[in-house]
């Protein structure tokens, strides 16, 4: 990829990420999220009323839990925009930012159940609290995992050069970019089947689909700079973690938490194993603008 693309690429990027995380931003965001909780409600409330019509695109309103459900949703996209930006920062941050939107998923479908539950007499209630539990649980199980992988990691140097790690961030860059598109393109394709079928459904599997290839994509830019073993297993094992992370979003309740818990494991043993092998090595972490101070030495 020519240099030029990179670095219009990378102002591209930059520009986007500045707006995004400004605080005024921040407050847009929590504006229109209760702006659409409460609009869920006002709906809810005038459907009741027979003052607008349960058909269509409104008939999911009907359910005064659905506020609850969509808002998460909008939640969770914006947490998903987030962990794009966190790409470029560092590999290591970006796998376990997307156990975080696991965790937040897990709860998303703690919520969905929820609005099942209309009165704990009837047997048929009884699952759906069951499943609410469960998937509380689960999420607070990779939540816990999560805390402690944050305490463990390490930043370890792989580029030689400052001039390497200045491309090598840049390429990273650029796909953040990339997937910030995709995603956009798959939140248009869900609203358009809202609008059309009257039936939303976020198509997360999808994007973390592309997030896999991705990954891959990076682990084979990181060749360029480096080819030491085991390093190279350390982002090929992140890669792993992910696609357990694909599957447990795709899988039937229970599959779903027994897959996405396990992976939360694999990847803490991951990081502690390497830890172990590679603790005699000098720590370094980046920085807010995803570059690694190299220290003093002159390479060959």
């Not at 962990?83 to 290591?92: E, T």
Request: charged share 15%.
């Amino acid at each position: 990829m020519p240099d030029k693309i990179l670095i219009y690429g990378e102002k591209i990027y930059l520009k986007i990420k500045d707006i995004w995380e400004t605080e005024r931003m921040h407050r847009i965001i929590s504006n229109l999220l209760v702006f659409v909780f409460l609009l869920s409600l006002i709906l809810f409330v005038l459907i009741t009323r027979k003052i607008l019509p349960d058909k269509g695109i409104l008939t999911s309103f009907a359910n005064p839990f659905f506020s609850i459900e969509i808002s998460f949703t909008m939640l969770l996209l914006t947490e998903i925009i987030s962990m794009i930006f966190v790409l470029p920062k560092s590999v290591a941050k970006s796998v376990t930012k997307q156990f975080e939107l696991l965790s937040l998923i897990f709860l998303r479908h703690g919520f969905q159940e929820f609005s099942k539950v209309h009165s704990l007499q009837s047997d048929n209630m009884l699952k759906p609290v069951e499943y609410m539990f469960v998937y509380g649980a689960s999420s607070l199980f990779v939540y816990f995992i999560i805390g402690i992988v944050y305490k463990k990691q390490r930043h370890i140097i792989i580029c030689r050069t400052d001039r390497a790690q200045r491309n090598f961030v840049r390429f990273k860059r650029v796909i953040s970019l990339l997937l910030l598109v995709a995603f956009l393109i798959i939140i248009s394709i869900d609203f358009n089947n809202l609008i059309i079928n009257n039936i939303y459904t976020a198509s997360f599997h999808t994007f973390f689909s592309i997030l896999i290839f991705s990954d891959i994509l990076i682990l084979l830019i990181t060749y360029r700079y480096v080819l030491d073993y085991r390093t190279m297993y350390r982002y090929s094992a992140f890669i792993l973690a992910t696609i357990f992370i694909r599957i447990a979003l795709t899988s039937h309740p229970y599959y779903d938490i027994v897959i996405g818990s396990a992976a939360a494991l694999y990847l803490l043993f991951l990081v502690l194993t390497y830890n172990y092998f590679e603790g005699n090595k000098k720590i370094q972490k980046p920085t807010a603008a995803g570059h690694i101070t190299l220290p003093k030495k002159n390479f060959k």
